[in-house]
């Protein structure tokens, strides 16, 4: 049987206040007040979709990669290129080699939910696995209602035919172009149609013919859903669905607004993993996605599901490790709503060297070193000569990956005078257990949290972007180690 064999997720350590942002606007826009309530994710000035996807399937895949995975999948609305493949950067930052299927999934809010059908029906009588991330950080205009809602987030999830967790039932979808919103070509902000009219003609008219008739493909009544997973904005959507279909009302699942905000084409996937650290074995999961008509999935928890947990502590894990966030203007500086002055120092070109990028694309993206096969020496990065003085080995070493061992701080600085988007810049001496350590840019600290002996681990993050020519540079960043800190 195909189905879900693993999963994950990730959402941005900071949470900004939906009360800060209120008060900033709510001289222009008073009706904001009554979504002041709560807070919502926000990316830190180095994340974008890219490294929130490589986190989630961190989460879902753990340490090792299966050695038969043979695809992946990476949907989202917000891609860092829009002309190179995101989905082969992400392929080589997990370093999961070259002899694989990868495929962006773009350009609608159920790219996600889409997406995953298409690789669920690959999946189906075939052997090895597929490895399936989403993840969105929506641009929004200041001052708007979708500011409040919207929220940044990442969910992952391994697709097989052996060991299922949750095993693939069936699904149904339904096309057709109601434009409930949309963002042209060359726009930053999405486009948005009337409220009432998105609910009466579009959720109610669209959504539940098709839930009947998943339920009636499937041959599984509407009281035998234990979990309905369908965001939606609109207060009350989910549940009018769900009475209709004949689903229990505590069968619909907490849709995260009010800790996370919506994270657009990754949501209902970030809800579903969130639901699957929850399940039990025999229950059945309805996932609904929305966007220019709907996809149905329908899901059946395994007793192999009581046995996976995500290694970096799943959703549910990344919902519990956050910072509130109360300065707006962060918010703005981060998102680039405002124009600062960065002063002289943020004046360097930051071209990067296409041919020297490829050629070391396993060091830097995948955070490759090397170990010495003479005497076990670990060292960043690779060289042709062993740095233990005792060894001086000649061309010895063996690739080695740093990314999932675990690191403290030895020494440390925060440093107000170079540039960064979000001052002091914390960096410092990281040593990795069992050798080797690195001069490292340190993410997701506070001014006055860093101290010598911090367990940290590596993140994928954006170090720099090169405004002129459009192009990230992405590298690894160490951060504190939330399951130990």
Request: glycine share 10%.
């Amino acid at each position: 049987m195909a189905g879900i064999t693993g999963f994950g997720g990730y959402v941005p350590r900071l949470r900004l206040q939906r009360k800060a942002v209120v008060e900033a606007n709510g001289w222009f826009n008073p009706a904001l007040a009554g979504l002041a309530k709560g807070e919502r994710s926000m990316c830190n000035w180095d994340e974008d979709s890219l490294t929130m996807a490589v986190e989630a399937a961190r989460d879902c895949l753990g340490e090792t990669a299966p050695s038969d995975l043979r695809a992946l999948y990476f949907a989202s609305t917000t891609m860092p290129f829009a002309d190179r493949q995101n989905a082969t950067v992400a392929a080589t930052a997990l370093q999961l080699g070259e002899n694989l299927r990868t495929v962006d999934m773009t350009s609608s809010q159920r790219a996600g939910t889409s997406g995953l059908i298409e690789a669920l029906e690959n999946v189906e009588g075939r052997d090895g696995q597929v490895l399936y991330v989403a993840a969105d950080t929506r641009e929004t205009a200041a001052s708007g209602a979708q500011e409040l809602q919207m929220g940044d987030g990442a969910a992952a999830l391994l697709l097989g035919s052996d060991n299922v967790v949750a095993e693939y039932l069936g699904s149904h979808q339904i096309s057709t172009d109601f434009v409930d919103h949309y963002r042209g070509q060359n726009r930053s902000y999405d486009y948005n149609w009337e409220e009432r009219w998105i609910r009466d003609e579009g959720y109610f008219k669209i959504v539940p013919p098709a839930v009947q008739a998943l339920l009636d493909k499937t041959g599984v009544a509407g009281g035998d859903i234990d979990m309905m997973i369908m965001p939606a904005l609109i207060r009350g959507v989910a549940q009018k669905i769900a009475k209709g279909a004949g689903i229990r009302d505590e069968a619909v699942q907490d849709s995260l607004h009010a800790v996370m905000g919506e994270a657009g084409a990754a949501h209902a996937l970030i809800m579903l993993s969130k639901a699957l650290q929850n399940a039990k074995p025999g229950q059945t999961i309805l996932v609904i996605g929305w966007g220019q008509g709907c996809d149905l999935m329908l899901f059946r928890a395994t007793d192999a599901i009581t046995k996976f947990k995500p290694s970096l502590g799943g959703v549910e894990g990344f919902l519990k490790r956050k910072r509130e966030e109360t300065n707006y203007n962060r918010y703005l500086a981060f998102n680039d709503l405002i124009d600062r002055d960065k002063g002289i120092r943020a004046e360097v070109d930051a071209q990067t060297a296409l041919t020297t990028l490829y050629r070391k694309r396993d060091m830097v993206l995948g955070f490759v070193g090397g170990k010495c096969t003479k005497c076990g020496t670990v060292q960043y990065p690779k060289s042709h000569i062993c740095v233990n003085p005792n060894c001086g080995a000649w061309k010895s070493q063996e690739p080695y990956r740093f990314a999932d061992v675990p690191c403290t701080v030895q020494s440390w600085t925060a440093d107000g005078l170079t540039y960064s988007p979000d001052p002091p810049t914390h960096f410092g001496m990281v040593t990795f257990e069992g050798g080797g350590r690195l001069m490292a840019d340190l993410t997701d600290v506070d001014k006055g949290d860093v101290e010598v002996g911090m367990p940290l681990r590596m993140v994928f993050r954006i170090k720099v972007e090169d405004e002129r020519r459009g192009f990230k540079k992405y590298f690894w960043k160490a951060a504190p180690d939330h399951r130990k800190v």
